[in-house]
């Protein structure tokens, strides 16, 4: 699709060329106006994107070569497993302006810089379609994130900020040398070019291994989960929304757009144990998000289990999963994002995030409560919510692969229920702690809180519109994953390979 101008780039350059802007300015509130504009100019400059054509083709597809003599590209395009994200990454942007409007008092111009910054970053992870492109956006992300919590965060700050910059790295490490590895091999660091290459099962096993490893600690997978609940309680809330709507996604993309295309023998043959970990996911996230007693650190455990369905939809293989865990992606940066902005909401006025120094709130905060009730029940899946759809889809999907998969997943959807059901009842009606005097939302609270509850009804009573976009995409990608895994050494275990390697050399063949 053309439009006579570059689409992509400019929805992933303005927000850094924006961010350039905010050197000339000086007041505070000079600054929050100005980058408020940004975003909502961002959110314009989106608009294009609703051209977008229901197939499994990559559109507005941008490709110029970049470095000719090392083979790279500058390839941008999307499709619809990346457009829901990239929405999703400029819709966040006015959000996070709006829930720090208030609650950031030191180094604006940076701390907004720093946004800005994060979402050129993100949109160029989505919409990269060069290997090398899309490693520059991944690292280029890992700066801001780490200042803001350095920076912004709270009293044990330089730990999570520390924490999450070295579990991320060490997972980037990885991925480079599977894309060093696919340049070798393939020839090309094209991702299109190599989706339709077929690569031996030994090649296969290795480069899934390093890039579901990179992924599995971005998502955050058990056990590679530790740095996710420290970063977010100790970030601004802010922080904290970017993290839970968009970065997280970054690690499920990253099995959808390459473990999946690139590597099917292997991921089929590591579904098992993709499989159990997510499952472990679900379970150990809910049981320990379960026992908190901080609202922010309940909620950030709340995602490790809600990003184990997502893992789960897309090793399932089947088109309902794979549907379930897009769904997911998205409904969860909605909620979870919500959830976030309303704990920075009630943290400003109570300088607390204990449920103990929260309680009672229904009596002075009615309108925060009706909020908070309602993502309360789209987190766990409640019908007519979008946490239902995505949540029945994966479920329809795991059913279909073997009714023990389904069996093991129910008590992760009965711990979703139970935590947020404790949660939102003390925060309710329990023995009021404080509140007294407290006003209910503001103007401002009303319009970002308003946003995220729409597509709550939008997507859980017509999700319609959304399967349109995502069902070519991802029939395409599970048709292409079952013929291409068959071109793999068949019924060939790296064991097997060992062996026969093990055996040519002692016969004298190699």
């Not at 899946?381 to 479920?395: D, K």
Request: hydrophobic fraction near 55%.
């Amino acid at each position: 699709m053309d439009f006579g101008y570059p689409v992509l780039t400019i929805l992933i350059a303005f927000p850094l060329i924006a961010a350039c802007g905010l050197f000339f300015l000086k007041a505070p509130q000079v600054v929050r106006y100005y980058t408020m504009v940004a975003s909502l100019i961002e959110c314009l400059l989106a608009i294009p994107l609703i051209n977008f054509q229901l197939n499994a083709d990559f559109q507005f597809v941008e490709k110029i070569d970049w470095v000719a003599k090392w083979g790279l590209q500058y390839y941008l395009g999307i499709d619809g497993i990346s457009i829901l994200m990239v929405l999703l990454t400029v819709a966040v942007l006015p959000l996070c302006v709006m829930c720090s409007w208030t609650y950031i008092g030191k180094r604006e111009k940076e701390f907004h810089f720093c946004l800005l910054f994060m979402t050129s970053a993100v949109l160029g992870v989505f919409c990269a379609l060069d290997l090398v492109l899309f490693y520059v956006f991944w690292e280029a992300m890992l700066i801001p994130m780490y200042l803001l919590i350095a920076v912004w965060g709270g009293d044990d700050r330089r730990y999570a900020s520390l924490k999450f910059f070295l579990y991320t790295l060490a997972g980037s490490t990885l991925l480079l040398a599977a894309i060093v590895a696919f340049r070798i091999t393939g020839g090309t660091f094209s991702i299109p070019e190599l989706m339709e290459m077929n690569f031996s099962f030994r090649f296969q096993f290795w480069a899934f291994l390093a890039m579901a490893l990179a992924f599995a600690i971005k998502v955050p997978m058990f056990p590679f989960h530790t740095w996710l609940p420290a970063a977010h309680v100790q970030a601004p809330s802010a922080g904290s929304v970017i993290l839970a709507a968009v970065l997280l996604k970054m690690g499920t993309y990253g099995f959808l757009r390459f473990c999946l295309p690139l590597t099917p023998a292997a991921s089929e043959y590591f579904a098992p144990m993709m499989i159990a970990i997510s499952i472990a996911s679900i379970l150990y996230g809910g049981a320990i998000a379960l026992g908190q007693s901080d609202i922010k650190k309940l909620v950030a455990y709340s995602s490790v289990g809600h990003m184990g369905f997502v893992t789960l939809g897309i090793f399932l293989f089947n088109q309902r999963g794979v549907e379930g865990a897009l769904f997911q992606m998205l409904n969860h940066g909605v909620v979870t994002g919500a959830l976030f902005m309303m704990i920075g909401c009630v943290y400003e006025r109570s300088h607390s995030r204990e449920i103990s120094k929260n309680m009672g709130l229904g009596k002075y905060l009615p309108a925060f409560m009706f909020f908070w009730g309602l993502m309360a029940l789209a987190s766990f899946g409640f019908p007519g919510t979008n946490g239902f759809v995505g949540e029945i889809l994966v479920f329809i999907g795991a059913f279909q692969e073997s009714i023990w998969i389904g069996m093991l997943c129910v008590p992760g959807a009965l711990l979703a229920a139970a935590y947020m059901f404790r949660v939102s009842l003390k925060m309710a009606w329990g023995k009021p702690s404080s509140g007294k005097g407290w006003r209910d939302l503001n103007a401002r609270e009303w319009i970002y809180l308003t946003v995220p509850a729409v597509f709550v009804f939008w997507i859980g009573l017509a999700p319609a519109p959304f399967f349109n976009i995502i069902d070519p995409s991802v029939g395409k990608l599970l048709n292409d994953f079952d013929k291409r895994k068959v071109a793999a050494v068949e019924a060939e275990t790296p064991m097997q390979t060992a062996a026969a390697d093990v055996l040519n050399v002692l016969a004298g063949k190699q």
